[in-house]
């Protein structure tokens, strides 16, 4: 029986708390990862309560810790305050994504800045600070989107923002090769959260159409794909996307 064993190992995933980020925080403490979820501390006071929750239903092994991913100060702050409670950082998981759907007559500057700020910037300014704090040897997966291959109407915010996570994710994985760390990225297709079951039926139907699966993805599956990557499986692999679409490709 072959298995994925991660005891030892410390996974940071930004944006934990729910929803792919949620899948894949637990994904990695079932393969004994200890695990950092990290969070959003708005103003609403969402953020906090679903990561803090997230955390209690793991137990051991498992900080919730805010910061936001597009400062500096903030990052910082936090994987300095992992390296004392945990000693250290082997994976890395740029989850943390936000939309702001509009066609580009209708799209304000505030929406594209907002957008490429949080979903390509800061993976950029994240993976520059936890590079700092990893072992050599480590891992790190950036959540790209189909969306950022075939491009879908209303998102060139959040296409453009996701082809720069996997053209970024081609770089980081030459510029970290030399200590043997691995850089992938994970390209989803639609995938039933949240987000994904709130799309309207009819747009829903026309997207499974060009599915061979006919089915939407299940958040597991990308965690699955995403646990793969960090494991010792993945060893020979870099700089490459999995895209996890059902075969989507119209």
Known sequence: MISIDLNGKVAVVTGGGQGLGKATATMLHKAGAAVVINYLNDSSG???RVAEETAAELGERCLAIDADVRSRDDLQ????????HLGRVDILVNNAAILRDRT???LSDADWDDVIETNLSAVFKVSQTAVQFMNDGGRI???ASISGVIGFFGQANYASAKAGVIAFTKVLSKELASRQINVNA???G???TEMGKS????ARQQMLAQIPLRRFGEPDEIASTILFLC???SSYITGQTLHANGGWWA
């Open 190 to 192: 639609v995938v039933l």
């Open 77 to 84: 702050r936090m994987f300095t305050k992992i390296e004392a």
């Open 104 to 106: 580009m007559k209708n």
């Open 186 to 188: 994970v390209a989803p």
């Open 199 to 202: 799309i309207p039926d009819q």
């Open 141 to 143: 997966v950036n959540m």
């Open 46 to 48: 969402t953020g906090k």
């Open 231 to 233: 494991s010792p499986l």
